[in-house]
């Protein structure tokens, strides 16, 4: 396929991404223990209907599919950058240890305290951000280097993992409570946590959005990077704050979801070919459609109970993985 | 011959004493054999919820307990138990007095101390079979186990019959369960019914359902309430005992009483928008009960569950009613 061909096409590819991510919306709402049909969808937008329409509808599966729109998104653009920034197509948000500290502040706050069902988020997401931070910081002696960010990411993942299953072993009868937390969920999950991480997603991901041009620009060679005018290092930090701040905030919420910051940049990348300006804004939407999926599919599959939306996220991403390895061949890794 | 009159005694006193050493002999080997005898018919063979058949050369006296209903039936049956598991969020369960804050901890009931438990020595550990599979043989080399499924009303009127005569007290077990279905019943015959109800668990954004063959759920069923957690998929093995139910999916079965089992924080899915549209919380039916509706297999758990649905979902009580909204 050509640059000029890829070009052409790019808009058929925005065009039919944003038509199934509103088909799968659309679906989200009228999908439920009692399907609405469309023309009840259409009453309780009018403000008309049943009351348990209008709850169902407004109140439960509305910012279910906000939430999982824009934090797939969030996901999707997260995993874009820890890709391109670190030029390992395995990377993650999950590498920056975001998630794994994410974990062990939700865990170890359940386990050893006793905070309100508010607060939860609150500490998960602060619990992220020090993880995030704590990685920079091991990896940030000198100038920061991809792979000293990712080495560092694993290594604050396995001390945070190992923390979590220790403060897991003693949290009695909460085990089960948080061991469901761990396998990521947006089963209950409604305004009051789209809105607690609404600003945490959006913010950073317009910014990335925005600042997609010097993004585009770190996929060179530093040096040719350098000699276009941009602070590779300073703007390699911004980015990855970024998306630790996004991973963070959705994971504090949800509990850890995987594979989609993993699996929607590479269907990005291979739509997008060299087009790399259009990486990040389609790593974005195909992160929002692929989580809205799973989650409409973890509500229908097991009626009248739900899987957990982390769940089906693997199911999707590790024969996704395993494809990638194998399309690859033995000596393509990176 | 002169009749020597003291010789005459002797011989007939010599005569008397053997006599009474006879009758003497005859009366101890009457008493000891059936003494004997009852000795070797107080062992007693006991089998679990495993299937497995437990021999004991005497009754036990000193049970432990890897779940509170061990502590509950020991307590019901006249018998102190040596070791206790912690109870929920409670350190030893409050329900069955004061006297249990004196009696060792073995921690968590789905990981029990078993150093500890082999210092205390007990003669006989009742457990759950769920929670001590993977520990079975190591307790099972400090003492016999009775593993116990402890799921439903049966599980519950059979363990507790298990229990009577592992402590030797059959026939006091028999009464107890006995008096239990005797006064279900007439709390039965008393029950209005007609009303649907959940037991909800959990501090999360979801709450957990229990299904109909949960002992509590079942008690309810049999007060002629419908319980929406409804039937369990596996009913033969009894796991799962409920699910995560969705706020939509318990919108549309809105129950008309909801029961919330203890969480050590607010409740998430509480917060939730929906949650003031449900029937229940509509109608301030909606009720804290206690840890003991979590673990009610005992006599005496059992006995206070009763007392607080009679207490609960009966009108002329309604004074005493808790609820969240």
């Known amino acids: ?334 | 011959m002169l009749f020597n009159p003291d010789k005459e005694k002797l011989q007939v006193k010599t005569g008397l004493g053997l006599w009474r050493r006879f009758a003497i002999l005859i009366t101890w080997v009457a008493i000891a054999i059936p003494a004997l005898t009852q000795a070797e018919d107080s062992s007693v063979t006991l089998t679990d919820d495993r299937g497995k058949t437990i021999e004991l050369t005497r009754p036990a006296t000193r049970p432990a307990a890897i779940s509170t209903f061990g502590a509950d039936v020991a307590k019901a049956l006249g018998v102190q138990p040596v070791a206790i598991t912690t109870f929920g969020l409670q350190g030893a369960p409050a329900y069955l007095g004061p006297s249990m804050d004196k009696v060792p901890s073995l921690g968590p009931r789905h990981q029990p101390n078993l150093e500890r438990l082999s210092r205390i020595a007990p003669d006989l550990v009742f457990a759950i079979r769920r929670y001590t599979e993977k520990d079975g043989p190591q307790i099972e080399a400090i003492a016999p186990m009775v593993a116990l499924d402890l799921i439903t009303l049966q599980d519950s009127l059979n363990a507790i019959a298990l229990a009577g005569e592992a402590l030797g007290r059959p026939q006091e077990a028999k009464r107890i369960n006995e008096q239990f279905l005797a006064r279900l019943n007439s709390v039965a015959a008393r029950s209005p019914g007609n009303r649907t109800v959940a037991i909800l668990t959990s501090g999360g954004e979801t709450p957990f359902v229990y299904y109909d063959h949960f002992l509590t759920a079942a008690l309810l069923e049999q007060l002629h309430l419908d319980n929406v957690g409804g039937p369990p998929p596996n009913p033969d093995s009894g796991i799962p005992l409920g699910y995560r139910i969705s706020l939509e999916a318990l919108l549309t079965l809105n129950p008309d009483v909801i029961f919330l089992l203890p969480s050590n924080r607010q409740r998430g899915y509480t917060l939730n928008p929906v949650w003031p549209y449900l029937q229940a919380v509509k109608n301030n039916q909606v009720f804290e009960a206690g840890q003991h509706w979590k673990e009610s297999a005992g006599p005496i758990a059992r006995s206070l569950v009763l007392d607080d649905m009679e207490r609960l979902l009966f009108p002329d009580n309604a004074r005493r009613k808790t609820s969240l909204r």
Request: net charge positive.
């Open chain 1, 1 to 334: 396929m050509t640059r000029a061909t890829t070009e052409t096409n790019m808009p058929y590819i925005y065009g039919a991404t944003i038509l199934a991510l509103g088909a799968l919306f659309l679906m989200g709402l009228l999908a439920g223990r009692q399907w609405t049909t469309p023309e009840a969808l259409w009453g309780v937008l009018q403000g008309q209907g049943s009351i348990i329409e209008r709850v169902s509808v407004l109140e439960l599966r509305l910012p279910r599919n906000l939430l999982a729109m824009l934090g797939g998104g969030a996901l999707g653009a997260a995993g874009a950058i820890m890709q391109g920034v670190t030029r390992n197509s395995l990377a993650s948000p999950g590498l920056t240890g975001v998630i794994a500290a994410a974990a062990f502040g939700m865990v170890g706050t359940q386990t050893f305290f006793t905070p309100d069902a508010l607060w939860l988020p609150v500490i998960s997401l602060c619990g992220g951000l020090l993880g995030g931070m704590l990685t920079f910081v091991i990896a940030g002696r000198g100038r920061l280097q991809p792979e000293r960010v990712v080495l560092a990411g694993i290594a604050v993942t396995a001390l945070c993992t190992a923390l979590t299953t220790g403060t897991l072993l003693i949290s009695g009868s909460e085990a089960a409570e948080l061991y469901y937390w761990l396998a990521g969920s947006l089963m209950g999950r409604g305004w009051l946590q789209l809105k607690l991480v609404a600003l945490w997603l959006m913010l950073p991901l317009l910014a990335v959005l925005f600042l997609r041009r010097p993004f585009w620009v770190l996929q060179f060679d530093d040096e040719l990077a350098l000699s276009m005018g941009l602070a590779v290092g300073r703007w390699r930090m911004l980015f990855l704050a970024l998306a630790l701040i996004m991973a963070a905030a959705l994971v504090s919420v949800t509990g850890p979801v995987i594979f989609i910051g993993l699996v929607a940049p590479h269907i990005a990348r291979r739509l997008v070919g060299d087009h790399f300006e259009h990486w990040l804004p389609l790593s974005a939407l195909l992160g929002g459609l692929l989580l809205l999926a799973a989650d409409t599919l973890a509500r229908q599959l097991a009626f009248p109970q739900e899987l957990p939306v982390g769940m089906l996220t693997a199911l999707i991403g590790a024969p996704w993985l395993l494809y990638l390895l194998n399309s690859r061949g033995p000596n393509h890794v990176g």
